[in-house]
């Protein structure tokens, strides 16, 4: 049960909680409502998804009662031209409250994909309106999806889904977890503003990506992956040694 109130009381950054038995998407309703709400910051929160979004086309499995379905709607104005940092951000601040709440380490897969025992057990799916300088967000959304609980999962989906609570007996209210994963994501958005080479450098030690032969977009080329700049861009080295970047928005990888 999400205790909307105790929410407000500790994240100070939070204007709004809206929470939904069950909606198509929380990214979705956050996009609808953003070029209308007044509300600085919001937090819309699901207990099912009947169309939840990842990256590109995927979906993201929602069932009832058994994940975090959340949406950060974010109104104030953020001096950045490029939302990778801010899944970045989010990455870090996931993993940092999976630890603190349920002793579980997890890995992140660039970018978006937090990884348990190379299964995900999450994602994080970015989405934002830039003004017309290109220098400001108008809004974003932080799209979380987490699962909780071990679920029936589509045949599909079998070899690479996992759930928290299949490894911790730790148990824990979604409130509290909730807290703590947003006061998390707040700190790691000022580190993105005051220091975001220290947030780089801390995504890194995390990213399982990182010299690995990776392939991209389903090709046959091989690359290894050697970096991630201070954009949060992905630098490999093709199998002649020539160095690429890669934006998040281009591709998706398969370790
Ligand atoms: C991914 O795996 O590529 C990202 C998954 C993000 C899922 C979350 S669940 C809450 C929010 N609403 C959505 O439709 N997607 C995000």
């Given at each position: 049960?999400?205790?909307?109130?105790?929410?407000?009381?500790?994240?100070?950054?939070?204007?709004?909680?809206?929470?939904?038995?069950?909606?198509?998407?929380?990214?979705?309703?956050?996009?609808?409502?953003?070029?209308?709400?007044?509300?600085?910051?919001?937090?819309?929160?699901?207990?099912?998804?009947?169309?939840?979004?990842?990256?590109?086309?995927?979906?993201?499995?929602?069932?009832?009662?058994?994940?975090?379905?959340?949406?950060?709607?974010?109104?104030?104005?953020?001096?950045?031209?490029?939302?990778?940092?801010?899944?970045?951000?989010?990455?870090?601040?996931?993993?940092?409250?999976?630890?603190?709440?349920?002793?579980?380490?997890?890995?992140?897969?660039?970018?978006?994909?937090?990884?348990?025992?190379?299964?995900?057990?999450?994602?994080?799916?970015?989405?934002?309106?830039?003004y017309d300088n290109y220098k400001?967000?108008?809004?974003?959304?932080?799209?979380?999806?987490?699962?909780?609980?071990?679920?029936?999962?589509?045949?599909?989906?079998?070899?690479?889904?996992?759930?928290?609570?299949?490894?911790?007996?730790?148990?824990?209210?979604?409130?509290?977890?909730?807290?703590?994963?947003?006061?998390?994501?707040?700190?790691?958005?000022?580190?993105?503003?005051?220091?975001?080479?220290?947030?780089?450098?801390?995504?890194?030690?995390?990213?399982?990506?990182?010299?690995?032969?990776?392939?991209?977009?389903?090709?046959?080329?091989?690359?290894?992956?050697?970096?991630?700049?201070?954009?949060?861009?992905?630098?490999?080295?093709?199998?002649?040694?020539?160095?690429?970047?890669?934006?998040?928005?281009?591709?998706?990888?398969?370790?």
């Open positions: 049960m999400i205790n909307a109130n105790k929410i407000l009381d500790k994240i100070t950054q939070l204007h709004e909680v809206k929470t939904f038995e069950s909606i198509d998407s929380t990214n979705n309703y956050a996009k609808e409502i953003a070029k209308l709400s007044t509300v600085k910051n919001t937090l819309i929160i699901a207990n099912h998804q009947s169309a939840g979004r990842g990256r590109g086309s995927n979906k993201f499995f929602s069932p009832q009662d058994e994940g975090l379905y959340m949406s950060l709607l974010l109104k104030d104005k953020i001096s950045i031209n490029d939302a990778q940092l801010i899944t970045i951000a989010s990455a870090l601040a996931i993993r940092k409250s999976i630890f603190e709440s349920f002793k579980i380490n997890v890995t992140i897969k660039w970018i978006n994909d937090i990884m348990l025992n190379n299964k995900k057990v999450g994602g994080i799916l970015v989405e934002g309106s830039l400001e967000y108008e809004y974003l959304v932080i799209g979380i999806g987490l699962n909780i609980k071990k679920s029936q999962v589509p045949d599909e989906l079998v070899h690479i889904y996992t759930s928290l609570l299949e490894h911790t007996q730790i148990k824990l209210s979604m409130n509290d977890f909730l807290i703590n994963l947003l006061t998390n994501i707040f700190n790691y958005l000022d580190l993105m503003i005051t220091h975001p080479n220290t947030l780089i450098d801390e995504y890194k030690k995390y990213c399982t990506v990182l010299n690995k032969k990776i392939t991209i977009n389903n090709s046959n080329q091989t690359y290894t992956a050697i970096d991630i700049n201070n954009l949060g861009n992905l630098v490999v080295l093709d199998e002649y040694g020539k160095e690429k970047i890669f934006n998040s928005g281009e591709v998706s990888i398969k370790l």
